[in-house]
């Protein structure tokens, strides 16, 4: 698709952000191939580009960098899309178009992790291409990004239960449906508010049979639906037995855990633990003797320009010791030649990994913590270890950066898939203001 045309009137203001939005705007033109992948993404979830409800494949990538650059809500990237020039500009909108907030939602949502990991290696083959970051020294730390949840028990995982067996139930009515059932919600509220201020095991696991009764119940309840439900039901049916097929492992593994958690007092390893029954992908993370995490670990590579040059999401709760040279790895791997020099905090620090980093070819590896190596081994002199260290203090603030400013504290769209593209626009979006910002005006 052409370019559309860019009025005369399409110009940026002259404060800071219209600046570094007009940077950002100048290196998404001189990459227009990057288009392409956004197509075939909008393609793939039957998205045109034409029509009542199209945007541009242009303007939805852009969009898309716009609700991270600034953490708007959909509701909010529509008011500032029609309110504001420098946005609009940015947009690329076509005249008079002011796309509403599920336009923007079904468009951006389309776009995969894949295709945003991708604008990324262009980002930084442009940043070595000015200069502006060679890979040469990098620095590797680990964070953590949580789901969109609620802070999870056995109690509210039961009442969640509950609550959509019942929507269920009530859809399978609508298609006709005619089994006799009862809605226990307002008791299973009842007994998981009771369990929630109740003191003493004893009362607990009273109140814990209570609900788990109602479930069971409940389940036999939407069991009976999925055998009677008329074959007749049509698309409506399907989409039913569909989430019926989603939903009822789920809830069978909730009332398992609560069993063996609650009842049985067997501790259930974090590994199986289901901590929300709408973002089962979530895991349990605790680093160090922090606070609990729900979430997904991430991994992160940076360099002397504090872009981002690598990420991954990680499954499950690896120890970092396990994860840094699978990250060098994918470092090399990239920029076709290992770092001369890297830093890592000391969660990365073994004898296996300093060894594998040399043996790699880095000169210089310097953990922040020395777990019984020695600086001789590490590195060639105590003023480079100094040197290294304090580089990689500095990833600290780029971290800080993206989870206070670009969004990576919390994902707040549903799924995993969904979730790794969050976290990966936020980092092309971080990365490109950066860029912006490096790059000589």
Not at 80 to 88: I, K, M, N, P, Q
Request: aromatic letters at 8%; proline letters at 4%.
């Amino acid at each position: 698709m052409d370019a559309p045309h860019i009025s005369i009137f399409d110009l940026f203001a002259e404060h800071e952000i219209g600046r570094e939005l007009k940077a950002m705007s100048q290196w998404l033109d001189e990459h227009p191939e990057l288009l392409s992948q956004v197509t075939q993404d909008l393609r793939r979830h039957g998205i045109r580009e034409t029509g009542r409800e199209g945007l541009p494949t242009e303007a939805v990538l852009r969009c898309a960098l716009l609700k991270q650059y600034h953490q708007l809500s959909y509701q909010e990237l529509a008011f500032h899309l029609e309110d504001s020039a420098s946005f609009r500009a940015f947009a690329r909108l076509p005249r008079g178009w002011s796309p509403k907030k599920s336009v923007l939602h079904k468009t951006i949502s389309a776009i995969r992790a894949q295709t945003f990991e991708e604008i990324n290696r262009v980002l930084l083959a442009s940043a070595r291409q000015e200069k502006l970051e060679s890979g040469k020294v990098v620095r590797v730390d680990s964070t953590v990004t949580a789901a969109l949840i609620h802070e999870p028990s056995d109690s509210s995982l039961l009442w969640d239960a509950v609550r959509v067996m019942v929507r269920l139930l009530q859809r399978a009515d609508a298609l006709g449906s005619a089994i006799p059932w009862h809605d226990h919600r307002r008791a299973a509220k009842k007994w998981a508010r009771a369990i929630k201020y109740t003191r003493g095991r004893p009362k607990r696991i009273k109140h814990y049979r209570a609900l788990l009764k109602i479930t069971r119940t409940t389940v036999s309840y939407l069991q009976q639906a999925s055998e009677q439900l008329p074959l007749a039901a049509g698309p409506g049916g399907e989409l039913w037995q569909a989430q019926l097929r989603h939903y009822r492992p789920l809830i069978a593994r909730i009332i398992a855990q609560t069993e063996r958690r609650v009842l049985a007092g067997e501790p259930v390893p974090a590994d199986e633990k289901l901590v929300s029954l709408f973002e089962p992908h979530a895991d349990i993370i605790v680093k160090g003797s922090r606070d609990v995490d729900y979430g997904h670990k991430l991994n992160l590579t940076t360099g002397r320009s504090g872009l981002i040059l690598d990420l991954v999401v990680e499954a499950g709760n690896p120890a970092d010791s396990e994860r840094f040279l699978p990250m060098l790895e994918r470092h090399i791997a990239f920029y076709g030649q290992p770092p001369r020099q890297a830093a890592a905090d000391g969660g990365y620090a073994s004898r296996a990994n300093l060894s594998g980093a040399k043996a790699c070819g880095v000169r210089d590896m310097a953990f922040h913590k020395k777990c019984g190596l020695s600086i001789e081994d590490m590195v060639t002199s105590r003023w480079v270890y100094r040197k290294l260290r304090n580089f990689r203090a500095g990833i600290e603030a780029g971290i800080s950066c993206l989870k206070r400013t670009y969004g990576l504290g919390r994902c707040t769209w549903r799924g995993l898939d969904h979730f790794r593209a969050y976290v990966w626009s936020s980092v092309v979006a971080y990365n490109l203001a950066l860029f912006a910002r490096l790059r000589p005006s």
